[in-house]
């Protein structure tokens, strides 16, 4: 499984794991955090590129989306691959926030390479919700999405976060893709800052 912001949110996800592992609901895997050696705001971190499908004026270096994706999948799976006795026919990707708009994006590709996303709280507010349009032109040109999809935010995160979610949840719903699996959760009291643990 990849995380993005690695830098900020990795140990939040090896605890996760830690504890689902402890208690026999989930299997051995190997845990991945992709950073960049810098916190979020840090000029050497560039999430603000690299997570981000599309241009947008409110960040002038992004839309990196699919270049960084081609990344994840040809560069670092088959290193990884190379190094470690990883299941070809299982590979995860995992985000938070702006991170979860490219696992959306890495979701809605014509044949994609992630069999299990998990995308918490992602921004589909980004570009004025050009994620859905993604989403609809893949579901007009194919009918299946063989893939696992995990979708989750806080229950007191904000109205934004919940009402988009809620609008890809719908879009989904009301025009499925075969054999795509989603699962989808609110966290009670949590915000935008304390549902990624939960997540």
């Known amino acids: 499984v990849l995380f993005m912001d690695g830098d900020n949110q990795f140990a939040s996800a090896v605890r996760a794991y830690g504890a689902e592992r402890a208690a026999g609901r989930v299997p051995p895997l190997l845990l991945v955090g992709v950073g960049y050696g810098a916190s979020y705001g840090r000029a050497a971190n560039k999430?603000?590129?690299?997570?981000t499908p599309t241009h947008h004026s409110f960040e002038p270096a992004s839309g990196g989306g699919s270049t960084f994706l081609k990344f994840l999948i040809r560069t670092l799976w088959p290193e990884l691959a190379r190094r470690y006795p990883v299941d070809p026919k299982t590979r995860g990707l995992a985000g938070y926030s702006l991170g979860a708009l490219l696992v959306l994006h890495a979701l809605f590709q014509k044949r994609p390479f992630f069999t299990h996303h998990l995308a918490a709280a992602p921004s589909i507010w980004w570009d004025d919700r050009a994620i859905l349009a993604q989403a609809r032109r893949r579901r007009a040109r194919q009918s299946?999405?063989?893939?696992?999809?995990?979708?989750g935010v806080g229950e007191k995160d904000?109205?934004?976060?919940?009402?988009?979610l809620a609008l890809l949840e719908t879009q989904l719903a009301a025009r499925p893709f075969a054999k795509l699996a989603v699962t989808s959760r609110r966290f009670p009291r949590r915000t935008h800052y304390t549902a990624l643990p939960a997540s």
Do not use: E
């Open 47 to 51: 999430r603000g590129r690299d997570y």
């Open 144 to 151: 299946a999405l063989p893939a696992r999809l995990f979708l």
């Open 158 to 164: 904000s109205d934004s976060m919940t009402a988009d």
